[in-house]
């Protein structure tokens, strides 16, 4: 079975723009959390989805926003970017969003804003 | 606030030696889970393994192995007779309850583990 998939690989934007990252859970997988991992810190939890609904989202500006399709993948919206938003953005999913469930990672999207 | 604590930011061992990577966390919770990924220079984390906070016996896989002290809020990774392989940025991860019933992880800042031959 394929892992999670996460496209594009790498992206470069230049400030201002708006970028939209994707992600396909595990086959089964109905939750999708998105990650933001600046370079040398761990990872930041930015928004989870389950059932499509969005259940929670970390201390991010409104610029940051996301979806979840009725096939369980999720896209992730990043408007107005700004230098500080380069990163490695990673997509995880898990069964559920029980607290036993584990959280299974995609490679990740590394974005470069110029 | 939930924290997780990686004093480390790099370690390094000898091929076929043992070295302990540090984790401490801090929580109000009783019931939790405590987690460590292994990111390599592929990007992707990946799981290696996992402590339910309410099991008393630490956690093993195969070369991997953890000293959980709950009173201490201390969660150590031991690999065992390491391997080149083994090479990568290990996370110490706590899984968090939030929003009543959902749940998210709250990752330390990496210890990068360098493996030499």
């Known amino acids: 079975d394929a892992g999670v998939t996460q496209s594009p690989t790498h992206l470069i934007k230049t400030r201002g723009q708006h970028v939209t990252l994707r992600c396909s859970p595990i086959?089964?997988?109905?939750?999708v959390s998105w990650y933001q991992q600046v370079l040398g810190q761990g990872p930041q939890f930015i928004f989870q989805y389950y059932e499509k609904e969005e259940r929670g989202r970390g201390n991010f500006p409104d610029r940051f926003s996301a979806r979840q399709f009725p096939n369980y993948s999720s896209e992730l919206n990043v408007n107005a970017l700004l230098l500080g938003d380069s990163a490695l953005y990673l997509c995880?999913?898990?069964?559920?969003?029980?607290?036993?469930?584990?959280?299974?990672f995609g490679a990740g999207t590394r974005l470069s804003v110029l | 606030a939930q924290t997780v604590t990686q004093s480390q930011p790099e370690m390094s061992v000898q091929e076929a030696e043992t070295v302990t990577l540090s984790c401490t966390y801090d929580?109000?919770?009783?019931?939790?889970?405590l987690f460590w990924y292994k990111q390599p220079p592929s990007r992707q984390m990946i799981l290696v393994i996992r402590?339910?906070?309410?099991?008393?016996q630490n956690a093993t896989e195969n070369r991997f192995s953890v000293n959980f002290q709950k009173a201490a809020k201390s969660f150590s990774l031991k690999i065992s007779d390491s391997q080149l392989g083994d090479a990568a940025m290990y996370f110490c991860?706590?899984?968090?309850?939030?929003?009543?019933?959902?749940?998210?992880?709250?990752f330390g800042k990496g210890t990068l583990l360098t493996v030499n031959p």
């Open positions: 402590q339910e906070a309410y099991k008393q």
């Open positions: 991860a706590y899984r968090v309850l939030f929003g009543g019933s959902n749940y998210k992880l709250t």
């Open positions: 929580t109000s919770e009783s019931d939790y889970y």
């Open positions: 995880a999913s898990s069964l559920e969003v029980l607290a036993k469930n584990i959280q299974y």
């Open positions: 086959s089964g997988h109905k939750s």
